[in-house]
Each structure stands twice: as C-alpha cells, then as structure tokens.
C-alpha cells in the first residue's frame, strides 16, 4: 500500500478521496477539548448550546475537524513529505455535530520543483472536508514539501528504517 507520494507522482488538478471517513463522537469532541484546553461551552456544555444558541445543540471545535482531516490526507498527500511549510488558508464553511461523519478529499493546485534544492519540489493543495450528506463544512490550503523519487530511493526507498526480521 502506497503511503505518501514522490513529487513526480502529484498532477495539477488530480483529486485525491481520502478514506474512510471518520463519524465524530461526544468523547472524540470533548477529549480533543480537553487537550487543547478549549473550554467554550458551545462545545461542552449541552445546556448552554441548547438554550442559548442559534444551533440549539453543541457544535464540534473546528481544530478537531481540520486536524482529522489533516490526518485522514497524510496516507495520499503528505506520507512522504519532508515538511509541512505553510497554511495558507482555514475556513470552517458549516458546523460538525456528535455523530455527522467527516469525509474528506484533496486537489492538488500546483506545484513547483525547488531551486535550491534538485531532489525536492513543493506541492500546493486544497482540502474540503464534508459531512455525510456532502455538506461542505472545512475548506484548507497548504503547501507541502515532498521529495522526488531519487531522494527517496537514496534513503532506503518505500520503506526507508524499516528492519528486517530475524530468524
């Protein structure tokens, strides 16, 4: 199974579908809360979000569904990437309630070879994240470092680390 792709493998306009998706729990919504120290209670606290919100219901923190959905582009996007260089842009489009499940896809914008650099490029992408009835609720831009294929193949190829067993 491929994870991650050589610069020479991404083509302007091609659109990668990430799976699966993934359905957000209460737990998953409050854990990542808790983590991060983000306490609103639109996110917290089921009273507040009932009886004082236009949504009447708690909203999932968006850094939880563009973090999940950064994850879920890693396998197709960035599973070779040297590094994560820039967020261009972040737009939470519609909320994530408990239990939506979140899919996601990404399309490559362009890309450029490095000039400093012979064995690298950097690729320009956009991911949408949509909930199960194709709702648009995420939309982000990056620019991601990826080595071309010679870059790799020098530091051990698919695989690069991995031991072999012994008898």
Known sequence: MQFGRYYEEFEVGA????????????????????LTMNHHPLHMDVNYAENT???GKNVVVGNYI?????????????GKAIANLEIESLRHVKPTFHGDTIY???EVLDKTPSKSKDDRGVVYVETRG?????TVVCIFRRKVMVPKRSYGEARG????????PKE
Do not use: A
């Open 130 to 134: 949509y909930k199960q009835d194709g």
């Open 104 to 106: 996601g896809e990404t």
């Open 53 to 55: 919100t236009d949504f």
């Open 66 to 78: 563009y973090s999940l959905l950064l994850g879920m582009s890693v396998p197709d996007v960035s």
């Open 15 to 34: 659109v990668y579908k990430h799976w699966p998706g993934k359905t957000v729990t209460e737990y998953d919504d409050h854990l990542f809360c808790l």
């Open 157 to 164: 190829g698919e695989q690069p680390g991995r031991p072999e």
